[in-house]
C-alpha cells in the first residue's frame, strides 16, 4: 500500500477520531474519501453537518475503506474487534488510536499478517500543532507507516518511535496539553493574587508560554541555557526557582509522568 489518497474510516469517531478528520479535511483530503462511524445517531448528524462526511455503520466501514483508523475508548477495543475482526481482510491498514493498546491486541483479533500501525497524537492538532508519534506493529512495512505520517503531518508534527516507547509518548506528549493548561491556570491565580485583573494575567502568561515554546523549537538551545538567560544572580527568577525546587515541583512532574505511563499499562492490561 504506497502513500495516496485511500478511503479512510474512522471508527468511533469521538474526539480524537474527529480531530482526525478535520485534519485530514483540512489538508485538503477529499470528502467523498472518508467515513466515519458513530454510536449515536445523534452524533452521527453532528459529524455529517460540520464536515460533510458519510457515516456509515463498522462492516459497511470495513468493506468500503482502505485505511481503518480505531478511536474507540480502550475499553471498548475488544467488543468492536470481536464483532468486526474477522471480517477484515489482510491486505487492510489498522491504524490504533486507542491509548495504552499494543498492536499485539489488534494482531490477536485480525486475520493474521493485518499490518498495524499505532499511533499517539494530542488535542493540539484542532490548530494544526500536533506531536503524533508513530510506531509499526508486527505486520507493517515502511509504506504503511509513510501512509500514517501521510495522514498526520497535516496536524502538526510527527516522530516514529519503537513501539516499546508508546506508553512513555502517552504520558509526555499525549497526555502532555493537561499539564501545561494546569501550569498556565495556576500562574494566572498567581497574577491575580498579585493584584493584576484575571484577563491581564491570561495574556501575559499564554503569550509568554507560546514565546518560550517558539524560543524551545527554534533556537536549539537547551532549555536549561534559556532558562539560565532569565536567571540573573540574586534576582526575582531565582528566588521563584527556589521556592519551586523547595515544593518538589521537578519531582511532582516525574512522578505524575511515571503515573500516566503506569495508567497507559492498566488500560492496556483491562482491555485484554
Given amino acids: 500500500m504506497s502513500a495516496g489518497v ?3 474510516a474512522v471508527i468511533g469517531a469521538g474526539k480524537i477520531g474527529e480531530l482526525m478528520l478535520s485534519g485530514l479535511l483540512r489538508s485538503g483530503w477529499p470528502v467523498e474519501r472518508l467515513l466515519a462511524t458513530a454510536r449515536r445517531p445523534a452524533r452521527a448528524e453532528e459529524l455529517t453537518a460540520r464536515y460533510g462526511v458519510r457515516v456509515v455503520d463498522n462492516l459497511t466501514a470495513v468493506d468500503e ?7 474507540v475508548k480502550p475499553q471498548d477495543a475488544a467488543a468492536l474487534l470481536d464483532d468486526i475482526g474477522p471480517k477484515v481482510p489482510a491486505d487492510k491498514l489498522v491504524i490504533s488510536l486507542c491509548a495504552g493498546l499494543p498492536t499485539s491486541f489488534f494482531n490477536r483479533r485480525l486475520p493474521e499478517g493485518t499490518p498495524v500501525v499505532r499511533v499517539m497524537t494530542n488535542t493540539p492538532a484542532l490548530v494544526d500543532q500536533a506531536m503524533t508519534a508513530i510506531s ?21 508534527q510527527t516522530i516514529r518511535v519503537p513501539e ?21 491556570e495556576a500562574m494566572i491565580d498567581a497574577g491575580i493574587l498579585l493584584g493584576l485583573p484575571r484577563q ?9 508560554a507560546i514565546g518560550s515554546a517558539v524560543m524551545l523549537r527554534d533556537s536549539g538551545e ?3 541555557k534559556l532558562r539560565e538567560a532569565v536567571t540573573s544572580p540574586a534576582g526575582t527568577t531565582i528566588s521563584a526557582i527556589r ?4 515544593h ?20 492496556a492490561a483491562q482491555a485484554d
Avoid: C, N, W
Fill in 200 to 208: 491581564v494575567a491570561h495574556e501575559l502568561i499564554v503569550q509568554t
Fill in 248 to 267: 518538589g515541583v521537578r519531582a511532582a512532574l516525574l512522578a505524575a509522568l511515571e503515573a500516566a505511563r503506569d495508567r497507559a499499562r492498566e488500560l
Fill in 65 to 71: 475503506a482502505a485505511v481503518l483508523a480505531v478511536s
Fill in 164 to 184: 516499546s516507547q508508546q506508553d512513555a509518548v502517552t504520558a509526555l506528549s499525549g497526555s502532555g496539553p493537561a499539564y501545561f493548561y494546569l501550569l498556565v
Fill in 136 to 156: 509499526a506493529g508486527a505486520y507493517a512495512t515502511g509504506e504503511h507507516l509513510a501512509l500514517a505520517e501521510e495522514m498526520f503531518k497535516p496536524l502538526g
Fill in 222 to 224: 537547551h532549555p536549561v
Fill in 6 to 8: 485511500h478511503t479512510v
Fill in 243 to 246: 521556592e519551586l525546587e523547595k
